[in-house]
Structures are given as C-alpha cells and as structure tokens.
C-alpha cells in the first residue's frame, strides 16, 4: 500500500489533529488556512517520500502537531507561485504590483 493510500486511510482519524493545528494557527493569526490547505501541505511536504512502511497514525499526528505557520506559509508561498503565472509584461499588472 502506498503512502497516499495509507494518509487518506486515516483522514477522519487524525481529523481531530488537524483542527487542533488549525486553532493554533488562528491563535497565531493566521486564519486563511483550511483544513483541505493543511491536507495537502501534510502530502506534498511531510508524506510525499515513499515509506518502506506503512505511515502510522501516531506518525500522521506527530507530523501534524509538528507543522509550524512559517513551514505552511513558505510553502503556500511557493504553490501560488507555480499556479499562478505573473508576467510584467502588462502595464495594469505593473501597476497592481507598484501599488
């Protein structure tokens, strides 16, 4: 069974994790962040290497209550980069930027 399948086995499980980070990052004042953000930042990031196990559930947990704002909010940073694409090469999109 690979990695993805084994996370997404024991989402609901590890829920509770999840929204007790979520609360944290409010508390920190992020407050943009949900849960399906967190999701995928926990599958890129802290799973996305192949296992020659199975990942545990008290793994999954440790990884989550483990993740710090700045870790999310780096990665965040460079996903919009690669979704969105930003050429100066439109005068409105100079403007927008020197505002």
């Known amino acids: 069974m690979g ?10 499980q590890v829920q509770p994790a999840i929204l007790s980070k979520l609360e944290e990052f409010r ?20 799973w996305r290497k192949e296992k020659k196990d199975e990942l545990k559930l008290f793994e999954m947990i440790q990884d ?19 979704k969105n694409e930003f050429s100066l090469d439109d005068k409105n999109e100079w403007e927008d930027l020197l505002k």
């Open 3 to 12: 990695i993805i399948h084994t996370a997404e086995q024991y989402r609901s």
């Open 27 to 46: 508390l920190l004042g992020t407050d943009s962040v949900t849960e399906d953000d967190l999701w995928e930042f926990l599958m890129k990031k802290k």
């Open 64 to 82: 989550i209550l483990s993740v710090k704002v700045s870790d999310y909010i780096s990665f965040a940073t460079i996903e919009s980069f690669k």
